[in-house]
């Protein structure tokens, strides 16, 4: 209590030169907090990146249908633009999910056994076509979440999902 009452007197007595004074010394005191660091968990981003996905698929007499995983790329980057849903009658669904199931993101793309082809007729004129393949490789391009266990490829003709199988994204 001493040294504050010294203080309070040489403040009086010499109040403009140790005005400044006292002000830095505030000033320094003041800026010189310690920050205070919280404790807890940081929200992790729900993107992990972007993912390629490499399928065949085959629909014969012989063997039935089937759509294979052939190859899955991880990049972490973004998308730069969202390629919009293909709203044909027949389609395949494409659907991550997590662990327990839960669906966290889906793409239609168009059907790759259906193609619909142009070529010149013997009259020299444009004509359309619509062919169905027995078997075909596609590609698939959307964005990865954290969560993400499972990729579900669902076939969808006439807007009636006709196949569903599912594969393990990550080993």
Do not use: W
Not at 18 to 46: E, H, N, Q, R
């Amino acid at each position: 209590m001493k040294i504050f009452s010294l203080f309070v007197n040489l403040l009086f007595v010499n109040q403009i030169r140790i005005f400044p004074f006292v002000l830095v010394m505030l000033l320094i005191f003041v800026s010189c907090k310690t920050a205070s660091v919280k404790s807890g968990s940081v929200a992790k981003d729900p993107v992990e990146g972007l993912v390629f996905l490499t399928f065949t698929m085959r629909n014969d007499t012989v063997s039935g249908k089937e759509i294979r995983l052939t190859g899955k790329t991880i990049v972490h980057e973004r998308l730069k633009a969202v390629t919009p849903d293909s709203n044909s009658p027949n389609r395949l669904v494409i659907t991550q999910l997590n662990s327990s199931g839960k669906k966290l993101s889906s793409v239609a793309v168009d059907h790759p056994l259906f193609r619909r082809v142009e070529f010149a007729n013997d009259q020299g004129q444009f004509q359309s076509k619509e062919i169905k393949l027995t078997d075909a490789e596609f590609f698939v391009r959307v964005t990865l979440y954290a969560e993400t266990e499972y990729i579900q490829a669902e076939e969808e003709l006439s807007g009636m999902t006709t196949y569903t199988t599912k594969f393990k994204l990550r080993d």
